[in-house]
């Protein structure tokens, strides 16, 4: 694993020694009625749980399946543990973590109120990808995991073994991405171990996430209205099937940079030296929700958008792209969707890796952090992605694509 240099991660470097984090390989069953599987009822998966459990109530960090992606946890009632999770991924102290329950009833005991709105959301998608941003009690949970704010971020995961561990726990978890800070989200075990191996008390191992990306986080504003502060795994469209179009704030001030615009205002990019930086917006703005403020998910190659008018421009623009970088040095890569490729030469970049169809958007949202990992194994330096339109999961794959890219996007015309 590349060891990173900066101090904040060495804090939590346990001895040099890897293998110090406990690894806990779990048995699941193939469901059909769900992504997840179910949990074997087998004594050493019993074991499992019981032992990460403990763990976490002793101010430890265990990494953990959901359906949307592993996350990294510690009792978020407790700052030791919390500030812990912080070291070990490298983030940034004002970016919030999301709180995750096994039981709705949990909510009492975390939040003064649930606007009517936020709780037929809840009713409808928990457990599933969703995270509601409420009013926090005070004194409850560390002021690390809210970030100093007056608000906090819930969810109840849809995955047997989150429930499991968070039950055994009795605790609520505070749970970002099982990832160094700014890398593409963790979607099996093995990228938790590529990543954290060693700086964090223990990882279970529960196969691969359904979804692949992380939960849609919303706030319900006095009036009513649902503001998406993150795209993800429940659309858009599925929240106006619940609430009604007209509830879903259109483009509230403080999410400007989701959607549409966000590909429409942001920078263009055709050269690996204009490296991305570190915030995407006003330092000044405090975000209510994971992911709004930093560049997240990059691979370690330079990654450009390619947009265009058609398939076609944008394939003849990105296969020119690859051709002068390749003769650059660089080491190139592609991503791409299935029915593209017979638009591209042959072998148009050392890396060719595809998300699936675009009329399956699950697929590409399953597989897309892990196709932004296998360029770095690939040793990519030099990579272009399709855009794809902003429907469905569509949003979610885009919002996460630009936050890979740093915002850098190419026009194809």
């Given at each position: ?72 946890g ?43 709105t ?37 969810r ?26 700014g ?6 075990a ?106 997240h ?14 398939p ?63 360029f ?38």
């Amino acid at each position: 694993m590349n060891e990173p240099h900066d101090p904040l991660f060495a804090v939590q470097r346990r001895s040099g020694n890897r293998n110090e984090t406990v690894y806990w390989e779990l048995d699941l069953l193939e469901d059909a009625a769900s992504d997840s599987g179910v949990l074997q009822s087998s004594e050493e998966n019993k074991l499992a749980i019981v032992e990460a459990a403990a763990m976490l109530r002793e101010g430890g960090t265990v990494a953990f399946p959901t359906e949307t992606v592993y996350g990294l946890g510690a009792d978020a009632r407790n700052t030791a543990a919390v500030e812990a999770v912080f070291a070990a991924k490298g983030r940034p102290s004002d970016n919030p973590l999301i709180v995750h329950i096994a039981d709705p009833g949990a909510l009492d005991e975390l939040v003064t109120e649930v606007h009517p709105t936020a709780a037929v959301l809840m009713d409808a998608y928990w457990p599933g990808p969703l995270t509601v941003v409420l009013p926090v009690r005070e004194g409850v949970l560390s002021p690390c995991v809210t970030a100093g704010l007056d608000t906090v971020g819930v969810r109840m995961p849809d995955h047997p073994v989150a429930l499991a561990l968070i039950s055994a726990a009795g605790c609520p978890v505070a749970a970002p991405s099982a990832n160094r800070s700014g890398r593409p989200s963790p979607t099996l075990a093995s990228h938790v171990m590529e990543d954290l191996a060693g700086y964090i008390g223990g990882v279970l191992d529960g196969g691969a996430a359904g979804v692949g990306l992380e939960s849609t986080v919303v706030q319900v504003q006095p009036d009513g209205k649902v503001a998406v502060l993150r795209p993800g795994g429940i659309t858009l469209e599925q929240l106006a099937a619940v609430v009604g179009a007209e509830a879903i704030a259109a483009e509230p001030a403080v999410v400007k940079e989701f959607g549409a615009s966000a590909a429409a205002e942001a920078p263009v990019a055709t050269a690996p030296k204009e490296r991305h930086g570190a915030e995407t917006v006003s330092a000044s703005l405090a975000p209510r929700a994971p992911g709004m403020k930093y560049t997240h998910y990059a691979p370690r190659g330079w990654l450009g958008v390619v947009s265009g008018s058609s398939p076609q421009r944008v394939a003849d623009e990105a296969a020119s792209l690859l051709q002068a970088a390749q003769l650059n040095g660089e080491v190139t890569g592609l991503l791409l969707f299935e029915e593209h490729k017979p638009l591209y030469p042959a072998d148009p970049a050392a890396c060719v890796l595809s998300l699936g169809s675009l009329s399956s958007p699950e697929e590409g949202a399953r597989s897309l952090y892990a196709a932004l990992r296998r360029f770095d194994e690939a040793g990519a330096t030099y990579i272009l992605a399709e855009a794809c339109p902003y429907t469905g999961l569509g949003v979610a794959i885009m919002n996460r694509l630009m936050k890979a890219a740093g915002g850098s996007v190419i026009d194809a015309g």
